[in-house]
């Protein structure tokens, strides 16, 4: 069972920059897909980036439209942690964070995710 802890979170100003971070402790395979999601008050969970594992060695990353360009994900396979830079924060970016993890396939739906982290607040204000 793998599981997930999240740190990083906190509260910035708009434009201002954070950088989460998920460690999981339980074998994280260098093939697992790993994503960051988010929950903002009254709406429902949402994809926003993952790192995914092309052909043998390389990693791609997948973004939501609304933060590609300033948001990025990255991964650190010896540590068994995955990493979100967020950068030109905007109000909208506020909400619960979390980390998740899957064995490698399918599409970034929350349903393909049996890995979760307990999340961390974000909150940008204005």
């Known amino acids: 069972q793998v599981q997930l802890a999240e740190s990083g979170g906190g509260s910035v100003q708009a434009g201002g920059s954070l950088r989460l971070s998920c460690a999981a402790s339980?074998?994280?395979?260098?093939?697992?897909?790993l994503g960051w999601f988010r929950q903002a008050p009254g709406k429902e969970r949402e994809f926003v980036a993952g790192?995914?594992?092309?052909?043998?060695?390389?990693?791609?990353?997948d973004y939501a439209a609304s933060v590609k360009g300033r948001f990025t994900v990255s991964r650190d396979n010896p540590k068994n942690t995955v990493y979100l830079q967020m950068n030109s924060l905007k109000p909208e970016d506020t909400a619960v964070y979390y980390c998740?993890?899957?064995?490698?396939?399918?599409?970034?739906?929350?349903?393909?995710?049996?890995?979760w982290g307990q999340g961390t607040q974000v909150t940008v204000s204005s």
């Open positions: 998740a993890a899957s064995p490698p396939g399918g599409d970034w739906r929350q349903s393909d995710f049996g890995s």
């Open positions: 790192t995914r594992l092309s052909g043998e060695s390389a990693y791609f990353a």
């Open positions: 339980g074998r994280i395979w260098s093939t697992y897909r």
